[in-house]
């Protein structure tokens, strides 16, 4: 596969695995995904998985029984079993990778890319001691392959350089991968490159017949589904009137290029200085190189984050350091608690709080139906916020919820401060939504919170101040109390 001079395409890499490497590799994507998506209301897709993994991997159709019998629960026993086969297999010996290769190709076969199936090729990928960052890399790959590459190399560019010789030889099997020559279906990643580049940055690769079809308009449809419409994503969105309640909703773009998963940072407030803006907390994320954070009712963000500002910095945060540790810090917030003196400069942030409480939870609705409307295209996408932020993305998922056909949009969801009900009834209806895993940030010392919180809810189980009691095994609480100390 890695002749230049070669023109058609080889068995796909999962086919070159032996009968019992292939039979390994499929019970173990079955056996992950009963374990990973157990709810009944995931049976559909699990099903459709495995039986198309089954003739993606030449396997014969009487094995198809055993696979299903896998993905509905039963066999998990046999994981580590069917994981030391499969790494026996003389194709994984030395370079495992591979099978991350052929999932993340498998998955891409159609032009969308489940946020489900990420999650499956990250566990498979855990489970053959295979780092993270293989998959990152094999996603970077995917995106430039179709790209020519003839920058001139400068010093900045020799670390580069060498990543991308680390890369060349992953090239050509992700486009054989994803392109069946003569059959009808190819599929190419272009990030929005115009339809005769596509074609002479392929040709050399898969012959011209492959080349050909990749220009053709069904392929050009295909590539722009993954990407958003005209491959200029969320970048492209930006509301044009006013929509119930809300004033301002627009993504900006936190880094340069395209990604095969995309992350979306929701900022809490604002105040004037250091966080005057929505990119300020958000210059050293590593959760993916495609990032956006969302611009939304910054002048009611500004006030509010004015007044907590003037609040921290003069009379509360004298009383913070001597008679709120000692009244507040009990773990049950009720007005009762608060001393008279603070209570009387509660006007200066309830209006502002309260404004802002009620646009967070319209803000999240409508962009819940930005996301089910695949503006961002048809990729996997990745939520995090802070404060009324996390506010944004609960109710987004809730409203998600009541919705048919959001499945496999989202895949993690990180929610740091959220000033909302920490009860698991409310949070139950979200679990079928995020694919990955919901992680709930909380501080129990957080006063202000609790202070901010307390007249707009009869609520006292406030999430960012408590873990969420979920039983669910995407729900994670994270204690950030010795963080934010």
């Keep these: 596969a890695e002749q230049a001079d070669e023109k058609e395409p080889c068995v796909l890499l999962g086919q070159q695995l032996g009968e019992p490497g292939r039979?390994?590799?499929?019970?173990?994507?079955?056996?992950?995904?009963?374990?990973?998506?157990?709810?009944?209301?995931?049976?559909?897709?699990?099903?459709?998985?495995?039986?198309?993994?089954?003739?993606?991997?030449?396997?014969?159709?009487?094995?198809?029984?055993?696979?299903?019998?896998?993905?509905?629960?039963?066999?998990?026993?046999?994981?580590?079993?069917?994981?030391?086969?499969?790494?026996?297999?003389?194709?994984?010996?030395?370079?495992?990778?591979?099978?991350?290769?052929?999932?993340?190709?498998?998955?891409l076969r159609d032009g969308y890319y489940d946020a489900r199936a990420r999650v499956l090729i990250c566990h498979i990928t855990w489970l053959l001691r295979i780092p993270l960052e293989e998959l990152e890399v094999l996603e970077e790959s995917l995106l430039e392959s179709l790209k020519e590459q003839k920058e001139e190399e400068s010093e900045t560019a020799e670390v580069s350089r060498k990543k991308k010789e680390r890369r060349k030889k992953l090239?050509?099997?992700?486009?054989?991968?994803?392109?069946?020559?003569?059959?009808?279906?190819?599929?190419?990643?272009?990030?929005?490159?115009?339809?005769?580049?596509?074609?002479?940055?392929?040709?050399?690769?898969?012959?011209?017949?492959?080349?050909?079809?990749?220009?053709?308009?069904?392929?050009?449809?295909?590539?722009?589904?993954?990407?958003?419409?005209?491959?200029?994503?969320?970048?492209?969105?930006?509301?044009?009137?006013?929509?119930g309640a809300i004033e301002e909703f627009e993504f900006l773009p936190l880094t340069e290029g395209k990604q095969l998963h995309i992350t979306i940072a929701i900022t809490g407030w604002l105040c004037t200085g250091k966080y005057g803006s929505f990119t300020a907390p958000w210059t050293s994320m590593l959760q993916s190189s495609e990032q956006y954070c969302l611009a939304w009712e910054s002048k009611y963000l500004m006030e509010l984050g004015n007044a907590l500002d003037s609040l921290l910095n003069g009379f509360v945060n004298m009383m913070a350091q001597e008679a709120l540790k000692f009244t507040v810090l009990s773990g049950i917030v009720t007005a009762l608690t608060w001393p008279a003196s603070l209570l009387t400069v509660a006007s200066v942030i309830d209006n502002p709080w309260g404004v802002c409480l009620h646009r967070s939870a319209e803000v999240g609705k409508h962009l819940a139906h930005i996301l089910l409307s695949r503006q961002q295209g048809k990729r996997p996408v990745t939520l995090i916020g802070f404060s009324l932020g996390a506010r944004v993305i609960y109710f987004c998922l809730q409203e998600m919820a009541q919705e048919k056909d959001s499945q496999g949009i989202i895949e993690d969801v990180v929610l740091l401060g959220a000033p909302v009900e920490g009860e698991a009834k409310y949070w139950k209806a979200i679990t079928k939504v995020v694919s990955g895993r919901i992680i709930n940030g909380y501080c129990r010392g957080d006063w202000l919170l609790g202070f901010v919180y307390r007249t707009s809810s009869v609520q006292i189980n406030v999430a960012g101040l408590q873990p969420v009691d979920l039983d669910d095994r995407r729900m994670v609480n994270m204690d950030l109390s010795s963080v934010v100390s």
Excluded: H
């Design 23 to 107: 039979f390994a590799y499929a019970a173990l994507c079955g056996i992950s995904l009963a374990r990973l998506f157990p709810e009944k209301e995931q049976s559909s897709f699990r099903m459709e998985f495995i039986e198309g993994f089954v003739k993606w991997l030449d396997l014969p159709k009487a094995v198809l029984p055993a696979m299903t019998a896998f993905a509905s629960g039963l066999g998990g026993e046999g994981t580590e079993t069917f994981t030391q086969i499969l790494l026996k297999d003389p194709i994984l010996k030395e370079n495992p990778v591979v099978i991350t290769q052929d999932l993340l190709s498998f998955s």
């Design 171 to 243: 090239k050509r099997y992700l486009l054989i991968g994803l392109a069946t020559v003569g059959g009808g279906t190819v599929i190419g990643l272009t990030g929005g490159l115009a339809a005769p580049l596509v074609a002479a940055g392929a040709a050399t690769i898969i012959g011209s017949a492959g080349a050909a079809a990749l220009g053709s308009t069904a392929g050009i449809a295909v590539m722009a589904s993954l990407f958003g419409a005209a491959g200029a994503g969320l970048t492209g969105y930006k509301m044009k009137k006013r929509v």
